[in-house]
């Protein structure tokens, strides 16, 4: 079994930007946060990953475990959860399940787009949440000699079935 560890510590940084009205997330809607992890091959259609994310300034913390199943070229599927630390001793587990469809425009650029439905169980007196979350991100990718760069920019927006609007909006690059 192979092993391919992913360092993002400074270069995966995520900048969340939305309005301050829509802070369905319960943390500041200018945030960053960290990520690190490792992504190991089951089969040749299967990768695991595994990530650690980590909000200083909302003292944010989690653990996800995302495996990727790639149905063809075109279509991958991602039945995942998460486990998320927040402040005051709360806890959260959340389930994620999305369809991620590619759509190459050209010889290094495709566009991606991601729909996800995410549960999330608090343990708590506050109900659960319900989001509908899409991702359209344009990815640039190249290869050079043995090295790869994959460059990408996007917007995701989150849909709260339980507020019945939409909840946030996040742009995202790297």
Same mark, same amino acid.
């Not at 259609?45 to 989690?62: E, R, W």
């Given at each position: 079994?192979?092993?391919?560890?992913?360092?993002?510590?400074?270069?995966?940084?995520?900048?969340?930007?939305?309005?301050?009205l829509?802070?369905?997330?319960?943390?500041?809607?200018?945030?960053?946060? @960290?990520l690190?992890? !490792? /992504?190991?091959?089951? %089969?040749? $259609?299967?990768?695991?990953? *595994?990530?650690?994310?980590?909000?200083? #300034?909302?003292?944010?913390?989690?653990?996800?475990?995302?495996?990727?199943?790639?149905?063809?070229?075109?279509?991958?599927?991602?039945? @995942?959860?998460?486990? !998320? /630390?927040?402040?005051? %001793?709360? $806890?959260?587990?959340?389930? *994620?399940?999305?369809?991620?469809?590619? #759509?190459p425009?050209?010889?290094?650029?495709?566009?991606?787009?991601?729909?996800?439905?995410?549960?999330?169980?608090?343990?708590?007196?506050?109900?659960?949440?319900d989001?509908?979350?899409?991702r359209?991100?344009?990815?640039?990718?190249?290869?050079?000699?043995?090295?790869?760069?994959r460059?990408?920019?996007?917007?995701?927006?989150?849909?709260?079935?339980?507020?019945?609007?939409?909840?946030?909006?996040?742009?995202?690059?790297?």
């Open positions: 079994m192979r092993l391919v560890f992913i360092y993002r510590i400074c270069s995966c940084l995520a900048l969340l930007v939305c309005n301050r829509v802070s369905a997330q319960g943390v500041d809607p200018y945030s960053l946060f @960290s690190t992890g !490792v /992504s190991t091959a089951i %089969s040749s $259609k299967t990768n695991l990953n *595994l990530y650690g994310v980590y909000n200083p #300034f909302d003292q944010i913390k989690a653990i996800a475990a995302i495996p990727l199943i790639r149905v063809n070229k075109y279509v991958t599927l991602s039945p @995942s959860c998460m486990y !998320v /630390s927040l402040p005051g %001793s709360r $806890k959260e587990f959340h389930i *994620l399940g999305s369809a991620q469809l590619a #759509f425009l050209g010889k290094h650029v495709t566009l991606e787009d991601r729909n996800m439905w995410w549960h999330r169980f608090r343990e708590s007196e506050l109900p659960d949440l989001f509908y979350r899409n359209l991100r344009f990815i640039y990718q190249k290869s050079m000699r043995d090295k790869t760069l460059l990408f920019a996007g917007n995701e927006f989150f849909y709260s079935f339980d507020q019945g609007r939409f909840s946030l909006n996040r742009l995202c690059f790297g």
